[in-house]
């Protein structure tokens, strides 16, 4: 087995590899590609879903599905015996972001510039995404069906009107989705840039062979600190590439040995839309990568003992949450106030659109005393209906126990996101902890 890569401790070690993770991933299918290499790295073993497993003691396996990726660890000791099989402990993220996703068709010509068309993936803050450098990214499927990961250097822009020729734009700025988010990529006057041409170039493959692909902006301003003492981190898709991070390097980080459960690590795609498809949270991918690892594991054991194990297990689903804003401060509780720096959040909605419960609290604080971090809960206004994540989901899907967590920020959904540092160490220390069991 090949040595682990080096797990970043303190501060600027940990800016500076989440920087390289980020911006590693431009897409869903990129990061899972990054998160499988960090796995090749430190030895653990590549599956794949249309072979037989045969699993071991002590092993560290990954598999993929589309722009998802489940990685994990068994423990020492997996011998069968009159005793329940082990249960599991995930911790769950997800690989996507809000953006622009590339409509299918040619490129068009209006005022004199070239255009591409595109739709709207998720949630994003349209205003943010203005008068920024974005490049492409993500799958392209080829006529012998095989898929290739595709990356365009900065191309495009959705310049924004100038305020000559809208007087009360900062009385309110009002952006049609159709009409006001269409990237210029070139001028119509040159030779037609042809994206499909540009994308199969990067990936070295022949763009008379692309039938398909699932492709998306990223704006390309580098990730990078700020601050009066650097505090601050600022980056595209924190949500929710940070949790992704930290669930990568806390499972290679895990000691195999002293595990009493399967460590397990989960990153789906599609949360930003609602998690319904073959690698959502919504889909089978978690329950089919669980029941085969206990049937691998324990071949004589029957289906009831799977179940078991899912009883047994738990499930840390670590997404995004919002920091009480100082220039907002109406729109959060008014007595719960989360803030930059204080550590992980413990999200809570009597709704259930986060699966917290009293039992998840006591494993999720259990956790951050083991790993010498503080966390803080999170309750929305109650005039403010909060979102959901993978969280319910998961519960739903398996029925195991589920705790909503997740790191602090400002700017949620924009296309440039803001952390504390401290919180992005101490959420990896938590995850760590975790998985350790």
């Known amino acids: 087995m090949s040595a682990s890569p080096v797990i970043p401790r303190t501060e600027t070690q940990v800016a500076a590899d989440l920087t390289d993770f980020i911006s590693s991933s431009p897409s869903s299918y990129h990061a899972t590609d990054t998160a499988a290499a960090r796995f090749d790295s430190a030895g653990f073993t590549r599956l794949h879903e249309r072979e037989k497993w045969s699993l071991k003691a002590e092993q560290g396996c990954y598999v993929i ?3 998802a990726i489940i990685a994990w660890r068994t423990p020492a000791s997996t011998v069968d015996t009159s005793d329940a099989v ?23 010509a209006v005022e004199g510039t070239r255009q591409i068309g595109v739709e709207i993936y998720g949630g994003p803050l349209l205003n943010s995404w203005l008068d920024r450098e974005l490049a492409l990214a993500g799958q392209l499927s080829l006529a012998d069906g095989s898929v290739v990961l595709a990356q365009t250097p900065s191309i495009a822009r959705i310049p924004q009107l100038a305020i000559h020729l809208d007087r009360q ?6 952006l049609d989705k159709q009409r006001h988010t269409t990237p210029i990529i070139g001028l119509a006057e040159l030779a037609e840039a042809d994206v499909i041409e540009l994308l199969a170039a990067s990936a070295e493959v022949d763009p008379e062979q692309v039938v398909g692909h699932d492709v998306y902006t990223f704006p390309v301003q580098t990730p ?26 806390a499972l290679i980080d895990v000691d195999a040995a002293s595990l009493d459960s399967i460590a397990l690590f989960a990153g789906f795609d599609h949360e930003e839309i609602g998690s319904n498809s073959r690698s959502g949270a919504c889909g089978p991918f978690l329950a089919d990568v669980t029941e085969r690892i206990i049937a691998s594991l324990f071949p004589e054991s029957p289906r009831s003992d799977y179940l078991a194990s899912l009883a ?41 659109r986060y699966a917290t419960d009293a039992v998840g609290t006591a494993a999720w604080s259990q956790a951050c005393t083991a790993a ?25 899907r398996l029925g195991m126990t589920t705790v909503d967590v997740g790191p602090a920020l400002y700017s949620m ?11 992005v160490v101490a959420l990896g220390a938590a995850a760590k902890a975790f998985l350790q069991g």
């Open 413 to 423: 959904h924009s296309a440039r996101e803001m952390v504390a540092i401290d919180d």
């Open 312 to 352: 047994s297990s738990i499930c840390v689903s670590s997404d995004a949450g919002h920091a009480a804003h100082p220039n907002y401060p109406e729109r959060h509780d008014p007595h719960v106030r989360p803030r930059l720096g204080g550590g992980p959040l413990l999200k809570i909605n009597a709704q259930q």
């Open 86 to 108: 082990p249960g599991f402990r995930v911790f769950g993220s997800h690989t996507d972001s809000p953006a622009f996703k590339l409509k299918p068709g040619e490129e068009f």
């Open 65 to 67: 599905r589309d722009g």
């Open 372 to 396: 010498g971090v503080e966390y803080q809960n999170f309750v929305s206004n109650n005039a403010m209906p909060c979102g959901s994540t993978i969280g319910p989901l998961t519960a739903t």
């Open 169 to 174: 734009v900062n009385d309110g700025l009002t």
């Open 224 to 249: 990078g600190t700020f601050g009066a003492r650097e505090e601050f981190f600022a980056s595209p898709r924190l949500d929710n590439l940070l949790s992704v991070h930290a669930g990568v390097n």
